[in-house]
């Protein structure tokens, strides 16, 4: 069964600093991974996907990667801002299983303090 | 937002009594899924379908039914509503493309069992 997991559950870090979000799958069958962010009280907005035979994907300031292989992926946020704060999650599309399901991580909670 | 609708936003009940929530889009995509989100368990899958008629059921399913009579309505009912579905619900879409297919999410839906 795929399991996704994203650690830290919370970051809290200080305006204009660089930081990196981690992810990890247990199995590398996948079709791609998006990553969403949450915003509180609110749903899920897509930020990126990255194909399975992609390395990464840039969107502005953000910049996902995916290793396969290992079974992680990072979302690189250059010079954050307090209107980054919010939940990022990701989540992956399993090859095996049909019905273009995903399984999501939990999560990261992201606070940008001035 | 791809069109997607949910409704109610918000919901009190009392145990027992039956709830109906709706997931409304406008872009006649295949797929749609419902979730729930839950502190410490991210977003889980409850059923998708993936055409008019065409259901099926995710990974915490039990106490919940689907129906699709229309490409553009996806509902999902609580029979007799426990405190244990007291959580959001998400309804989603699959937007399937050349290359490849992605996710899209609605506002969600807050529902309370009292």
């Known amino acids: 069964k795929q399991e996704v997991t994203q650690i830290p559950a919370a970051l809290s870090v200080p305006e204009g600093e660089n930081l990196v979000l981690n992810c990890s799958f247990t199995?590398?069958?996948?079709?791609?991974l998006q990553w969403f962010r949450q915003d509180p009280g609110k749903g899920l907005t897509s930020l990126l996907l990255?194909?399975?035979?992609?390395r990464e994907q840039t969107s502005g300031r953000l910049n996902a990667s995916l290793d396969k292989s290992s079974g992680r992926s990072t979302l690189y946020i250059a010079a954050s801002q307090p209107g980054d704060s919010a939940t990022y999650l990701c989540?992956?599309?399993?090859?095996?299983?049909?019905?273009?399901?995903?399984?999501f991580g939990t999560g990261t909670q992201l606070k940008v303090e001035l | 937002d791809a069109g997607i609708t949910q409704s109610p936003r918000h919901k009190v009940t009392e145990t027992g009594t039956p709830v109906t929530l709706r997931c409304h889009q406008t872009?006649?995509?295949?797929?749609m899924y419902w979730y729930r989100q839950d502190p410490g368990h991210g977003l889980r899958l409850i059923h998708y379908?993936?055409?008019?008629?065409?259901?099926d059921k995710g990974e915490v399913s039990d106490g919940y039914s689907v129906s699709r009579s229309k490409t553009e309505d996806f509902l999902l009912t609580l029979e007799s509503a426990t405190s244990s579905q007291t959580s959001v619900y998400f309804c989603?879409?699959?937007?399937?493309?050349?290359?490849?297919?992605?996710?899209?999410f609605g506002p969600g839906t807050r529902l309370t069992v009292l």
């Open positions: 989540a992956v599309r399993p090859i095996t299983g049909g019905g273009n399901k995903l399984t």
């Open positions: 199995d590398s069958a996948i079709y791609n």
């Open positions: 990255i194909q399975s035979s992609q």
């Open positions: 872009e006649n995509h295949r797929y």
């Open positions: 379908s993936y055409g008019v008629k065409d259901t």
């Open positions: 989603a879409i699959m937007q399937e493309g050349e290359i490849y297919n992605e996710q899209f």
